[in-house]
């Protein structure tokens, strides 16, 4: 079964807009990762946010992570055409040595 | 420094038939995991293999099975194929055993169809 769940499953924004995407997980964690996937192909890693931390930015991204509502948000900030993609959350559980990835959030931003 | 190499980027099969799916990790990285993408179920984990030994495997039949190699490059196989089992098949290297603290580099994938 799936660890994580995005939120919502699909997500069309104008170029320029900001697009938030969120991630529920169930159990414990060491840290969440976000991914994102261009059409038919592999994931690409985007950032990675430890279970002490609140809050990371990479570039235009920014991950906030709050473990006691066991929930994860992205931003992407000023979007763009090539950030039209497929976006995952994908956590480990503690003790766990696998990641589990949600179904993911599909953005679409029209130019 | 190049990165995971799937090989084959397609393949059609028939019912029944067996397929085997090779995957390069990034060099260095001795780690190496295995996910079967579908429309319907997202990335469901099969298996990932550290230093040639399967550490950890995913809920599916016996009939996908992988391993490892002494240069960590991996192959998975997938015996008597069903229609079911039509998916893009994701390999992932990291450096060190699948902790889930790192962060996983992908292949592109292989593009199964079951006909």
């Known amino acids: 079964s799936q660890q994580g769940e995005e939120d919502p499953q699909a997500l069309s924004i104008q170029e320029g807009e900001n697009a938030t995407m969120n991630c529920s997980y169930k159990t414990s964690i060491n840290n969440l990762q976000w991914y994102r996937q261009n059409s038919g192909r592999g994931l690409v890693h985007l950032i990675l946010?430890?279970?002490?931390?609140r809050e990371k930015h990479s570039g235009r991204l920014r991950v906030t992570l709050d473990t006691s509502k066991k929930s994860s948000s992205l931003l992407i900030t000023a979007s763009r055409a090539a950030d039209t993609a497929s976006y995952f959350c994908a956590t480990a559980g503690v003790g766990d040595y696998k990641l589990s990835f949600g179904a993911g959030t599909t953005v679409t931003v029209r130019a | 420094k190049a990165g995971v190499t799937q090989t084959p980027r397609y393949l059609i099969k028939t019912r029944g038939q067996q397929v085997t799916l090779s995957c390069s990790p990034i060099s260095g990285h001795r780690s190496v995991s295995w996910y079967q993408q579908t429309p319907g179920q997202g990335l469901q984990f099969l298996f990932e293999y550290f230093s040639e030994t399967q550490r950890n495997k995913g809920n599916f039949p016996g009939r996908f099975s992988g391993r490892q190699f002494s240069n960590s490059r991996s192959e998975m196989n997938v015996s008597t194929l069903e229609l079911g089992d039509s998916a893009l098949y994701l390999c992932?290297?990291?450096?060190?055993?699948?902790?889930?603290?790192?962060?996983?580099?992908f292949g592109s994938g292989t593009q199964l169809s079951v006909l």
């Open positions: 946010i430890r279970s002490n931390e």
């Open positions: 992932a290297s990291s450096l060190s055993a699948g902790t889930g603290d790192e962060k996983l580099f």
